[in-house]
């Protein structure tokens, strides 16, 4: 029997590694806009994300949105968008993403708390529906297509 991973490369798909943290989340390495930078892996995120103090470091061209973000412990926080981005994990990349920008201080904090690194932002079902993700808990791997 063939292997998940040999089946998925197979059907095109791309492997990329992901780390498990000291907070039971899944961190993955993540070139925006040509910048890398660290990102939590999360299934339940509707949207990608990135904090506001990280907009410059990506490059990212900022415009006012009136959705209120929600999550992990705060809500109705303002925000804004940035389309026309670049992103590429691992060796997949696609164009013309749409990231929501809002403040990830709260995020960090607590990854702080407990003796993580913080993370720039979020990869949300949005990237991973696009790339037809499929992860593999087991090996700790994710695989987009």
């Known amino acids: 029997m063939n292997t998940l991973r040999k089946f998925l490369t197979q059907k095109e798909y791309k492997p990329i590694k992901l780390v498990f943290t000291k907070t039971n989340h899944f961190e993955i390495k993540a070139t925006l806009n040509g910048i890398e930078g660290n990102?939590?892996?999360?299934?339940?995120?509707?949207n990608s994300c990135v904090g506001f103090e990280a907009v410059e470091k990506f490059n990212l061209f900022a415009q006012d949105s009136d959705?209120?973000?929600?999550?992990?412990?705060?809500?109705?926080?303002?925000?804004?968008?940035?389309?026309?981005?670049?992103?590429?994990?691992?060796?997949?990349?696609?164009?013309?993403i749409s990231l929501v920008l809002f403040d990830l201080n709260h995020v960090?904090?607590?990854l702080i708390a407990h003796q993580a690194e913080p993370v720039d932002g979020i990869i949300g079902a949005d990237i991973l529906k696009r790339g037809k993700a499929?992860?593999?808990?087991?090996?700790?791997?994710?695989?987009l297509k």
């Open 134 to 143: 499929i992860i593999d808990y087991e090996r700790t791997c994710l695989y």
């Open 39 to 46: 990102f939590i892996l999360d299934t339940g995120a509707s």
């Open 108 to 110: 960090n904090t607590a």
């Open 67 to 96: 959705v209120l973000a929600a999550g992990a412990g705060a809500t109705d926080m303002l925000t804004q968008v940035s389309k026309k981005n670049t992103i590429q994990i691992g060796k997949w990349s696609r164009k013309r």
